[in-house]
């Protein structure tokens, strides 16, 4: 497979396909998208807040990103008040599998309290912790790299996120790893495996959602 990398008004023309009733994975992806504007680089974006709860759109579709990719979100700071945390805060993170739908795919949630932070996803050779640069072991022959900026997954109260097990075992989406959560950083990769004598790449989309609890997700859907 081929990568490439498509700007982003061009991308949002390709559509979404919608999870199946029932099977919807952190409350994301059964509502229709809306647009949003691209402004910058190529490899930038910038989404507008959503203007009402439950509205789904998608901020990155279809593709193999031959380049990082970047969705720009402003965040006034302290988002809310103390004793929130001051930055947005990743509660939970969710993991759902649509087999059923066209294309299939798996979908990663990732969901914040106070506000969406800014995001990039880039293919990698390799995972490496943040600060250290040590090696983070992943499962599969792929890696994508998400790194949050503005964003923390503790706060003052000794919350950390909610999430499942690291080894997850689809077809594509074979595990996930944690490698920062320091300075406002967080970074997560995802271990995918592509189909042999490939470029080791499969497509992913990404998308955003306002949940019913005032939470702000980012999902990340691997194309199974």
């Not at 989404?47 to 439950?54: D, F, I």
């Not at 979908?107 to 912790?129: C, D, H, K, N, V």
Request: hydrophobic share 40%; net charge neutral.
């Amino acid at each position: 497979m081929r990568r490439f990398f498509v700007p982003l008004l061009a991308l949002i023309a390709l559509g979404v396909a919608a999870c199946e009733p029932g099977a919807t994975a952190g409350g994301i992806g059964t509502a229709a998208p809306t647009p949003a504007t691209a402004s910058g680089a190529a490899t930038t974006t910038a989404a507008p807040a959503a203007t009402k709860r439950g509205a789904y759109r998608v901020s990155y579709g279809w593709a193999v990103p031959s380049r990082p990719a970047r969705v720009a979100h402003r965040v006034d700071v302290p988002v809310q008040p103390p004793p929130a945390a001051p930055l947005p805060f990743l509660a939970t993170v969710e993991v759902g599998d649509h087999p059923g739908d066209e294309p299939p795919y798996t979908r990663m949630t990732f969901a914040f309290e106070g506000a969406w932070p800014s995001y990039e996803i880039a293919y990698e050779r390799s995972l490496t912790q943040d600060g250290t640069g040590d090696p983070v072991p992943l499962p599969g022959n792929s890696v994508l790299r998400i790194t949050f900026t503005g964003a923390q997954a503790h706060d003052d109260q000794g919350r950390t996120t909610a999430r499942p097990e690291t080894k997850l075992g689809f077809p594509t989406l074979k595990g996930y790893a944690v490698a920062g959560d320091f300075e406002g950083q967080v970074v997560y990769g995802l271990g995918i495996q592509a189909a042999p004598n490939s470029d080791q790449a499969r497509p992913i989309r990404v998308g955003e959602l306002i949940r019913a609890d005032g939470t702000y997700v980012v999902a990340v859907d691997v194309r199974r």
